[in-house]
């Protein structure tokens, strides 16, 4: 039976291709739309839509009026093929090996911190003074203890005046005390290329209008001293990261 419907398919797919010869040859008798096989010749077999073969309930193959033993594949006619030819194509693919396992993510790099100090000129410097009082390099002393905890990135440290005395005389003088606490701070072992040094003379006070209409300004007006002394300061920032 299974040889027979075979065999019925096959006629019906050759009656198929043959009637449609008249129109797939040309005058020279070679196949004009005839779909082409594999190897380059008329299909051998009859195909669907997704270009798959045609197969009866059955498992077997239908073949068209073009097919040889030739035109055989291993899907269909293993038996007519050599053993050799379809060794190949029946071994078993070997399964793709396993990925490796992923490496955990590595922690995120801790964020740098800031820890900004204010440090009186009354306790670093006498008044219209840059060079560093006993008290103030205490002070420093304690900033560097505090510095070993950190991965140092940079010291930022900014000197400030009061307004008593010229804005030119007052930049030079900032700037001396800025100079003054990078001195101190590279002979505790400080590196030098760590630390930024800068002065704003009175361009940035902290008093506000605190100390207006006190009198003449000048040292001479002690009133007027005592109540600018917060503008008298160095800033220094700390940008490190926590060990």
Not at 26 to 33: D, H, K, L, R, W
Not at 116 to 136: C, I, M, N, Q, R
Not at 151 to 172: C, K, M, P, S, W
């Amino acid at each position: 039976m299974i040889k027979n419907a075979t065999r019925l398919l096959t006629a019906a797919a050759t009656a198929m291709f043959l009637g449609a010869a008249p129109q797939a040859f040309g005058q020279s008798g070679m196949a004009a739309n005839v779909p082409k096989g594999p190897l380059g010749g008329p299909q051998a077999y009859v195909i669907d839509s997704a270009r798959q073969i045609v197969k009866t309930p059955f498992g077997l193959c239908v073949r068209t009026g073009y097919w040889t033993p030739a035109a055989g594949v291993c899907e269909c006619d293993k038996d007519l093929m050599p053993a050799a030819a379809c060794t190949l194509a029946a071994a078993p693919m070997k399964p793709a090996p396993a990925p490796a396992p992923m490496k955990p993510a590595a922690p995120p790099a801790p964020k740098p911190v800031t820890e900004k100090v204010t440090l009186s000129a009354d306790v670093l410097f006498d008044f219209d003074k840059y060079a560093l009082k006993p008290e103030g390099k205490t002070r420093l002393d304690d900033l560097v203890n505090q510095i070993k905890g950190i991965a140092l990135e940079v010291i930022i440290a900014i000197g400030h005046t009061d307004r008593i005395g010229t804005d030119a005389y007052n930049q030079r003088l900032s700037v001396r005390r800025s100079e003054s606490v990078k001195a101190y701070l590279v002979s505790k072992g400080i590196q030098p290329n760590r630390i930024y040094t800068e002065g704003k003379g009175e361009k940035q006070p902290v008093t506000g209008n605190k100390c207006m209409k006190m009198g003449a300004e000048n040292a001479g007006n002690r009133k007027l001293v005592d109540c600018l002394q917060p503008d008298r300061r160095v800033e220094i920032e700390v940008v490190g990261t926590r060990k």
